[in-house]
């Protein structure tokens, strides 16, 4: 994806020399708006004193985005509270190799661990580990097959474990049994909440099907506009999304009177009425762990130095479930809670089989569990999804 690079107007020092304002400007024109604090340039390299650990953190959408992308700069506002860390943040940075360049201008700064938070930020956050034995790269995201450099490690949450619980209210909702779902990418995490959406609204409603619209951007508020105009004509009267940005798509079913499933962050304030519950990102209790596993000397070989996956399981899921929306009975309520606290139990999970795909191969054998390398390698549509995948994420 490739949004717009954001600029900046540079805070104006007379103590800042030419040669240092030159190196800021050409650091806003590479890789849009780096920040400490606000929107403002970037601090001069070798500005962070004493023993302070300086953290980056970079997205690829706008921290105000009221979804992926801003739950991640709430985040990053919590790192800025800890003793001893001082934070730089990028926003709207292009899955390119405008990537690598904001980590190494950040590493210029005095950055030593970095977070890159986006799925098309991991080949250059792998290979910047690797060329950077000294600092210490996060990917959100990702999954690493094989051996992980010392300084390399991808975490993320079970995030179809609330979407299907999303799925669930939506199955109870819908008064045409249609269920509308917009996404970016046929990666796998998209491929997993929409199957986990389909199979939490058939716990509510076995008439209920999921219908797909593909926009290929993980933020075009054109497209999923039309989207949901689209699925509306279709007769779809509740909608979900993979999109980074949700803004459009709440409002838009909004204006339709539909009801809504949010994703990435709790926008029930945004929804009004049309608010049924969804799944938003509390990232700040894993980052402040790894920074603090960093900080100590700890990192290598702990479990961050890996594929980390937070599960309801282990109490750890980074993506919880959001508040309930007035029109959601307490009926639907408790059976969503019940089910969140099966899916709490060790070994629990929505993917325990028998579980078919559209064309009714078996996904999932009957009795087993899918693990999350099974779910990372999931590439059909459970049975109730309506749509086909395209063969490309690009």
């Known amino acids: 994806m490739t ?18 304002m030159k190196l800021v400007l050409a650091s806003i024109l590479a890789a849009g708006c780096l920040f400490a604090s606000g929107c403002n340039a970037p601090a001069p390299s070798g500005s962070t004193s004493g023993s302070s ?30 003793s001893g860390v001082s934070v730089i ?33 991991f080949k250059y956050a792998l290979a910047f580990a690797k060329k950077h034995p000294d600092i210490t790269v996060l990917h959100q995201g990702g999954y690493q097959d094989g051996t992980f450099p010392a300084n ?45 959406f389909q199979l939490g609204a058939a716990m509510t409603n076995h008439d209920a099907k999921t219908y797909l619209v593909n926009t290929s951007s ?7 506009k039309e989207a949901v105009n689209a699925l509306s004509a279709q007769g779809v009267d509740v909608f979900s999304q993979h999109q980074d940005c949700q803004t459009t798509v709440i409002q838009t079913a909004k204006a339709k009177n539909a009801k809504v499933v949010g994703y990435h962050y709790d926008a ?14 509390n990232w700040t209790p894993v980052m402040k762990s790894i920074v603090t596993t960093v900080k100590q000397g700890k990192f290598k070989g702990s479990k961050y130095n890996a594929n980390w996956i937070g599960t309801f ?52 054998k009957a009795g087993e569990v899918a693990t999350y390398q099974d779910v990372n390698n999931f590439s059909c549509l459970v049975k109730g999804v309506v749509g086909t995948l395209p063969s490309t994420s690009d």
């Not at 949004?3 to 240092?20: A, E, L, V, Y």
Request: glycine share 10%; aromatic share 8%; net charge negative.
């Open 3 to 20: 949004p717009q690079t954001k600029t900046c107007p540079i805070n104006q020092r007379g103590t800042i020399m030419k040669k240092q």
């Open 53 to 82: 650990t300086t953290v980056g953190v970079i997205m690829t959408g706008s921290s105000h985005d009221s979804g992926y992308n801003e739950a991640v700069a709430d985040a990053a506002a919590n790192l800025k509270k800890m």
């Open 89 to 121: 943040t990028a926003e709207q940075i292009p899955e390119t190799n405008a990537v690598t360049d904001t980590m190494q201008q950040m590493a210029d700064q005095g950055a030593t661990i970095i977070f890159a938070t986006s799925y098309g930020y």
């Open 152 to 196: 390399f490690g991808t975490y993320w949450g079970a995030a179809y474990e609330p979407v299907a619980l999303g799925g669930m209210a939506a199955g109870k909702a819908t008064k045409t049994n249609k269920l509308g779902f917009v996404y970016a990418f046929p990666i796998a995490q998209s491929i997993a909440n929409i199957d986990a």
């Open 218 to 224: 993980w933020c075009d508020p054109v497209k999923q």
């Open 268 to 281: 029930s304030e945004l929804a009004g009425s049309s608010w049924l519950t969804g799944s938003a990102w």
């Open 313 to 364: 399981a282990n109490g750890d899921n980074p993506l919880e479930l959001a508040s309930f929306g007035s029109s959601v009975d307490s009926e639907t309520r408790s059976a969503i809670k019940t089910e969140q606290e099966k899916l709490s139990k060790k070994g629990a999970s929505v993917f325990t089989g028998p579980i078919y795909c559209q064309d009714g191969t078996e996904l999932v």
